[in-house]
């Protein structure tokens, strides 16, 4: 399901977000409905394994999206620190869940 979808190829900020605080509850991965939860790896992996699994998933099967530094993961890392809870999908309507912090 990872690949050619648009949470995965497209907004890097997203992917890195959900890769620190994990995500939980419905998800529709182009058209296929799925339900459950990813756990939060953002306690276990640092900011270059973050950006090294995510360019991974960006770079894999026939996806072909840009690669995610370390200083990306970070700025995510520090605008996100206060969260506590996994991402659900109705957080990424708001735009300020959305992008790398200071870059357009």
Known sequence: ?????????????????????????????????????????????????VAALSTYIRQSWTNSASAVTAAQVAKVREATKDRSMPWEAADFEDEANLGIPGEE
């Open 1 to 49: 399901p990872l690949d050619e979808w648009e949470w995965v190829t497209g907004d890097a900020g997203r992917l890195v977000r959900v890769t620190l605080h994990g995500l939980m509850g419905e998800i529709d991965v182009n058209g296929v409905i799925y339900y459950g939860a990813m756990p939060p790896w953002g306690s276990f992996l640092n900011d270059e394994e």
